[in-house]
């Protein structure tokens, strides 16, 4: 996240307080997803597996997301 992001949020509305809890829950997220995938944490039988086109339905772009990660 760079300034500019921060920036965005506020003109929609987000508070300082906001953007402090947004960023919060999105590090301890992705925290808590790369402790299980480093521990091997298999997956509840009951969540719907990946699809084979990269995209679920209703993705906006119709496209896989890319992220960041290096």
């Given at each position: 996240?760079?300034?500019a992001?921060?920036?965005?949020?506020?003109?929609?509305?987000?508070?300082?307080?906001?953007?402090?809890?947004?960023?919060?829950?999105?590090?301890?997220?992705?925290?808590?997803?790369?402790?299980?995938?480093?521990?091997?944490?298999?997956?509840?039988?009951?969540?719907?597996?990946?699809?084979?086109?990269?995209?679920?339905?209703?993705?906006?772009?119709?496209?896989?997301?890319?992220?960041?990660?290096?």
């Amino acid at each position: 996240m760079v300034e500019a992001d921060v920036e965005a949020l506020r003109a929609v509305g987000f508070s300082d307080r906001d953007v402090h809890d947004i960023c919060e829950a999105t590090a301890y997220y992705a925290y808590v997803n790369r402790i299980a995938d480093g521990l091997g944490v298999a997956v509840e039988d009951w969540y719907p597996p990946d699809p084979p086109d990269g995209h679920w339905p209703g993705d906006a772009t119709g496209e896989p997301e890319q992220g960041n990660d290096p």
